[in-house]
């Protein structure tokens, strides 16, 4: 395919962003078609280059790496040396896009803040992620997806309030934080089109976290009731034979009485009718459930529960979803030969263009892989710091 077909054809962008936040959304806008331009330490590279087992040290690529980071190009820079600031200013002539997600105010101290790079570029945008913003008591504090959960209180609320509170094991707060880095680039540079200059664009973990609960946050700040869509009565995770099916008992005219219909049981909703009445009885409910569930099969379940047009679903390993026909029908996985580490599959884009469908056109890169291309490409003289 013709790169011209992808709709960032011809946007550069120097990404100094490492771990997930950043490069999750770099890899989307590169996936879009951008040339991205990978900034990375001499001899260490990106954090996630190291992350659990480094199967080889060649480049120092790993699965975890390569899940993030395909499409783009890797350069080493000394960006502390006067030789590589000058590199990394350079670069910023041709350049569109900036994106880092340090700390508040280390890219000001690097030397490359949005007001040091504009008076190089008018119309460079510069994009950060934070942990917290880049203001305010905990513009200091370096961010984590689990900081993030903790301190927005979507940590806090619990499907059972038995269930002790815990960290959700995705990195909810990364990707979430990226897609908002990846949109607010978007708009970036359409807004350029009709202005001519660049801006700065800022999202953060604990403003993403907060965003997604809006609900939650309207129901509190008007009524100070807490909304936990996971607590609802009809709705919970229940064991069967041979695993467990979740079951969300709303948006029907009587949830209780089909939910009763498939299990075989008497109909419970004369005597529990509405809401209220519901989350005060949930523990018997939801113990009646539980020991009919556990009668038979998942896939028995799922079949009785349809025929009421209840929302259900098996609960599954990562490992079954990824060999799931639909996963494969959609499009979601990706597998090509690294150099370094073999066949690999990585998940795609969930993004799907008719127009320029998802396409490798750079594999996952090893340290400092392009260097020398960028360096010829840019006219750039080779200087220390940078690879050999």
């Known amino acids: 395919m013709n790169t011209q077909a992808f709709p960032l054809s011809g946007v550069r962008i120097l990404d100094f962003t490492q771990v997930m936040l950043g490069p999750c959304a770099t890899q989307m806008l590169a996936d879009f078609g951008a040339d991205v331009i990978k900034i990375e330490r001499p001899g260490a590279g990106d954090l996630s280059r190291h992350f659990f087992d480094v199967r080889s040290e060649e480049g120092m690529n790993n699965a975890v790496f390569s899940s993030l980071n395909r499409n783009k190009r890797s350069v080493e820079i000394d960006t502390k040396s006067d030789e590589g600031k000058q590199m990394v200013y350079d670069l910023v002539r041709n350049a569109d896009v900036v994106v880092d997600n340090f700390r508040a105010g280390v890219m000001d101290r690097l030397g490359f803040g949005y007001d040091a790079l504009k008076a190089i570029n008018p119309r460079i945008i510069c994009a950060s992620g934070t942990g917290f913003g880049e203001k305010g008591p905990y513009a200091h504090k370096g961010g984590q997806d689990v900081l993030a959960q903790a301190m927005s209180g979507v940590m806090e609320k619990t499907a059972d309030p038995s269930i002790e509170r815990s960290i959700y094991s995705t990195t909810l707060c990364d990707y979430t934080a990226g897609m908002h880095l ?11 089109t009709k ?18 609960q809006m609900q939650e946050a309207a129901q509190w700040t008007k009524h100070r009731e807490v909304l936990n869509w996971a607590a609802m009565p009809l709705t919970g995770v229940f064991d069967t034979t041979d695993g467990a099916l979740v079951v969300v008992g709303a948006f029907k005219a009587n949830p209780l009485r089909d939910i009763c219909t498939a299990l075989g049981i008497e109909d419970l909703s004369p005597t529990y009718p509405d809401l209220a009445s519901q989350r005060a009885n949930k523990p018997y409910l939801q113990d009646r459930f539980r020991a009919v569930f ?68 750079h594999a996952p890169p090893r340290l400092g892989e392009h260097t020398d291309e960028v360096i010829a490409e840019f006219g750039l003289q080779q200087v220390a710091g940078a690879a050999e």
């Not at 200059?197 to 604990?206: I, T």
């Open 195 to 212: 202005t001519g200059r660049g801006q700065r664009v800022s999202v953060s973990l604990y403003d993403s976290m907060i965003a997604m």
């Open 294 to 361: 556990a009668t038979d099969t998942t896939a028995h379940w799922i079949a009785r529960l349809e025929e009421q047009d209840l929302l259900c679903a098996p609960v599954r390993a990562l490992g079954e979803a990824l060999e799931d026909p639909q996963t494969a029908i959609n499009g979601m996985l990706l597998d090509f030969d690294h150099p370094v580490l073999g066949p690999l599959r990585v998940v795609g884009s969930p993004v799907h263009l008719s127009e320029a469908p998802l396409k490798l056109r």
């Open 182 to 192: 990846v949109q607010g680039i978007l708009a970036a540079l359409l807004a350029r």
